[in-house]
């Protein structure tokens, strides 16, 4: 519960701001250069100037979490300078993804996520808007109030637009599509296709939520090297999955329609 989920956050790994030297005969020091290091080791994550504001990822999802008035669980996700954390309010299987990095490559991030028996998938703008925005630092005790007040409309939101996807059934060049769209590489799209007949001729139509099942299948066998690597995979293909949620519901109304 938020007990357990605090103890995972704590152990993720301290960072601190060293010196750069480059090497020009002797070692000189870069004055307005400080490297981004894992306390205690000296493997850069990152390069940044001696103005960078260093936010611990632990004490922004330490935050996060504290500012939880009710129970919550979830799950926490750390790869060299990049963290994911998943809070679910008690009794929730939707609840807030906050994305933080210290190595450039993200501000925060405050989204959407659902949980399933499949794993944690995140619920892109095109359901959750206007809620998903760019947070800095300073804001987000302010703004995790407010997302998880929005928490109980978001719900329903995603139950309601993935409902159209259960009639849904995929030819030859629909999977080709999915798979473009969950950016399956060459290895995982083989694996994709050892659970399916890849010969169009003799290839026979398949649900929707079938394939998703044999896309996690395929996933979990592609042994990605860190939880947190999988974990993006997966949110990945709930990203796939809204986005043909929303095209499936704009071509039913306007089926509808005509």
Known sequence: MKEELLFHIRRIPTFELVDVFVRDGALVKQPHLRAI???????AIAVVSDKYNLVQIKDLFENVVECCRSEVDGEV??????GDLCVFPEDSDVGLLVQNSVDLSSAVRISFCTRTKNGIFSIPSEV??????????????VQIEHYLALLDRVKPAWEQIVEHLAALELNHEDIEALKRDIGAGKRLSEIIDEYLDPEQDTFAPIKFWDFIQIVVKAIEKRNYKTTFHLSRKIRKVGDAILQWAVFEKLRLSAVTMQ
Not at 37 to 43: A, I, L, M
Not at 77 to 82: A, I, L, M, P, T
Request: proline residues 4%; hydrophobic residues 30%.
């Open 128 to 141: 959750a808007s206007p809620f998903v925005r760019i947070h800095t630092a300073r804001e987000i005790q």
């Open 77 to 82: 996700f750390y790869y060299r300078g990049k």
């Open 37 to 43: 290091v894992e306390q205690g080791k000296n493997d």
